[in-house]
């Protein structure tokens, strides 16, 4: 081997995870190259974040003209042109993956190679055949839609997240299979821009049963129809899709749209070749360093089956580049997910940080809890719209703060003043004698907190 033809590291993928690996190994004096055999960006850029949240701004304002509480203020909102809106989509996701992506490597000084890397055997790495030889490996190929095990499926076209925002004709009846952040994001997307929609599946199960209940009721308002059943097969029928539940009804729609999850994107890697084990869903293990089965082979995103958020792919991608290329130092570089934020791009938004009341307790912790109603949130008074809940979570015997959770217009926001206030191990006694801001959403933190010590209700400014 050419030692003068080697990297410090070869990085499979261009997403979140890639990019912050080769930054960071970048600054630490090391030489990268990342290889793509697809478009450069991932998933976030150009199929995920950017697009769907983009479109569901667009289909929120559409339906705020339509619905706004506010008496005396006319509005009204017409058919969409979703070719448009789609074309406007694609000009966001163009400049900001030239801004963000082309433009940081050159900056950076790394090169972005095209073609398919592939692991041959145990030592070496090929790109469309060629040899790419490299101190370590990072894999950072992400994830895919999966495909459920659904009879029928095979029988009649259907979309994934990822086809359905590529659509430039509205469905006049749109079904969802999935009741996940993906599914339920797609389903008020498409129902706030005029379709009617039907969601099959459980609601948000990954939510406190409080916050689901939430957003139960806003689907009520929207007008999506909700049976939380298992779907069990499809099938065609009349120009519709049929999807048949668990519980025998039959929901047809013009489209159907899956969205029961993610599967690592490994496809022809050559993995086994390389000694690179997966877990029993396909994503490949690594230890809290980032590092596969193999010594010199490092993993991170979407790949790993870490949360699927693009803050935590960067943040392993960076740990994995530190690792592999020795930068790290004496003590390895991981990942702390204390506090984890996460939202769900609904209006409204559902977002939470830290722990469950279940995971809690799973923990060994003895919980206590909080709900707040947005009833007494100066903020949704004024907005004229209280729907939504903050439920706090904190330990019953030290009154530590453990986990935030609310269904509120601006929850994402909310989070990060939670995410510190977990980080930090604050009480919810000294969450509740922080300063907030009146008139705000992330005002419901402080006074969630304070019902812990006094569960009357408050003045509007107490």
């Known amino acids: 081997m050419d030692d003068s033809a080697m ?4 990085v499979i993928g261009s997403g979140g995870a890639a990019m912050a690996a080769a930054i960071a190994a970048r600054q630490a004096g090391k030489s990268v190259v990342l290889v793509e055999q697809a478009t450069l960006g991932g998933t976030c850029v150009n199929v995920g974040c950017v697009p769907s949240k983009t479109l569901l701004a667009a289909a929120g304002a559409r339906h705020t ?35 963000k992506y082309a433009d940081v490597a050159a900056a950076y000084g790394f090169e972005v190679r095209p073609g398919r890397g592939r692991f041959t055997d145990w030592e070496t790495l090929t790109v469309d055949g060629e040899p790419l030889p490299a101190g370590a490996y990072l894999v950072a190929t992400g994830a895919e839609p999966d495909r459920p095990e659904l009879p029928g499926l095979d029988e009649v076209n259907w979309l994934t997240s990822t086809s359905a925002i590529e659509l430039t004709e509205l469905p006049e009846s749109l079904v969802v299979i999935g009741g996940g ?27 406190e049963p409080e916050i689901a209940g939430a957003l139960r009721r806003v689907f009520a308002d929207d007008g999506i129809t909700v049976v939380e059943e298992r779907g069990v097969a499809v099938e065609p029928g009349g120009g519709q899709v049929v999807v048949v539940t668990r519980g025998g009804h039959r929901v047809a729609g013009q489209q159907l749209l899956v969205a029961t999850g993610r599967r690592a994107r490994t496809d022809g890697l050559g993995l086994d070749l390389a000694g690179v084990a997966t877990d029993e869903r396909g994503f490949v293990r690594v230890d809290d360093e980032q590092r596969t089965t193999h010594p010199r082979i490092f993993a991170a995103g979407d790949v790993t089956g870490v949360p699927q958020f693009v803050y935590v792919a960067a943040a392993t991608g960076r740990a994995a ?5 020795g ?19 609904t209006r409204p938004q559902l977002a939470s940080a830290g722990l ?18 947005l009833a007494d949130v100066p903020r949704a008074l004024a907005n004229r719209d209280t729907r939504g809940i903050v439920k706090l979570v904190a330990d019953a015997e030290t009154g530590e703060l453990l986990g935030v959770h609310a269904a509120a217009e601006g929850a994402g926001e909310i989070m990060l003043a939670a995410t510190y206030a977990i980080k930090a191990q604050m009480t919810v006694g000294e969450v509740a004698d922080t300063w907030a801001p009146y008139l705000t959403m992330a005002e419901s933190l402080r ?15 107490a």
Do not use: W
């Open 447 to 461: 006074i969630a907190a304070g019902l812990f010590r006094n569960e009357m209700p408050t003045s509007c400014c």
């Open 181 to 207: 952040y993906v599914g339920l994001e797609q389903a008020q997307l498409f129902a706030h821009l005029g379709a009617q929609v039907t969601l099959v599946g459980r609601l948000a199960p990954a939510a």
């Open 7 to 10: 990297v410090d590291l070869a």
């Open 321 to 325: 580049a530190l690792n592999a290329t």
């Open 65 to 99: 003209a339509l619905s706004h509480p506010f008496a005396g203020v006319p509005t009204g909102a017409g058919p969409v042109d979703l070719g448009a809106l789609v074309g406007q989509k694609n000009e966001l996701v163009e400049r900001l993956r030239q801004a």
């Open 356 to 373: 469950t009341e279940a995971q809690a307790t799973a923990d060994g912790r003895r919980c206590d809890c909080r709900v707040l109603d």
């Open 327 to 345: 930068a790290a130092g004496p003590r390895p570089a991981t990942v702390d997910y204390a506090g984890l934020p996460s939202v769900v791009f």
